[in-house]
């Protein structure tokens, strides 16, 4: 596989993206190999594996093994800490959480971290990542003053000094479970203000919010929640990267 940066940049050219999120937490690490077919069958782009702290080591290793045995699309780490780099996947989102209180998440962890992504000659691709209310657990793990839904221009403000910063993507993230996505005005106002792709990922259950996302200005949508729920992926995935990608 070439530089997973620029399969993302080549399909942004005539297309809006879907990022399946898979927790190693919570799926059959015997069965991830089935669950990444369906995943890639319904017209995923990527998978990404991350998302809690048990995403790290052995299991991390394991679960992208599966997931690269079930398909052929690019596996990215999603991490949530430095220990979830894994030798076995293609890419690795290199974040900062530039709203964390703590500056641990915002460059400490990059630099423990770095060696590893070096060492097993990952890429690297930087990013702006912004816990927006509610947060949910990534919020209270990262120490997150979460950005109010009604305060669109202070996430425009963290995603455009991302972009000056030399960040390639920007992340706005409700958090994992969350009641609803980020809302439309917040992205809306987030694509005015900068020119690198903007993922959105949290509270997206339906064709219907991932169609709003997308219209609102998103690039790339990521849902994980309602994959690790379904008993049919590709039937509940289908019609979201559809309207995703504007086919419904």
Same mark, same amino acid.
């Given at each position: ?15 809006? /993206?879907?990022?399946?999120?898979? +927790? ?37 290793? /394991? ?13 990215i ?29 915002i ?9 590893s992504v ?16 509610p ?24 995603? /455009?000094?991302?972009?000056? #910063?030399?960040? +390639? /993507? ?13 809302? +439309?005005?917040?992205?809306? #106002?987030?694509?005015? #203000?900068?020119?690198?792709p903007i ?9 219907e ?6 219209k ?33």
């Amino acid at each position: 596989m070439g530089k997973v940066s620029d399969y993302i940049a080549r399909k942004l050219a005539t297309e809006k /993206l879907h990022f399946a999120l898979i +927790d190693p937490d919570g799926v059959d690490i015997e069965t991830v190999d089935k669950m990444a077919a369906a995943i890639e069958k319904a017209g995923c782009d990527a998978i990404m594996v991350g998302g809690s702290s048990s995403a790290v080591g052995q299991i991390n290793d /394991l679960t992208i093994k599966g997931i690269k045995k079930g398909c052929t699309l690019p596996v990215i780490i999603f991490p949530g800490n430095w220990s979830a780099v894994s030798s076995y996947a293609d890419a690795i989102f290199f974040m900062s959480i530039l709203n964390s209180r703590n500056p641990y998440f915002i460059t400490k962890a990059q630099a423990l971290g770095a060696y590893s992504v070096k060492m097993f000659q990952l890429e690297p691709l930087p990013m702006g990542y912004l816990v927006v209310e509610p947060g949910e657990t990534v919020g209270w793990v990262a120490e997150a003053d979460a950005i109010p839904r009604r305060k669109p221009k202070i996430a425009a403000a963290y995603a /455009l000094a991302a972009q000056f #910063m030399g960040m +390639d /993507l920007i992340y706005l993230e409700a958090g994992s479970g969350a009641s609803e996505p980020v809302p +439309d005005s917040m992205i809306s #106002m987030v694509r005015m #203000m900068v020119d690198i792709p903007i993922v959105v990922g949290g509270g997206i259950r339906t064709p219907e919010q991932a169609s709003r996302v997308v219209k609102a200005g998103a690039d790339i949508v990521v849902t994980g929640t309602i994959i690790e729920k379904a008993e049919n992926i590709e039937r509940v995935l289908s019609p979201i990267v559809r309207a995703i990608k504007g086919e419904s």
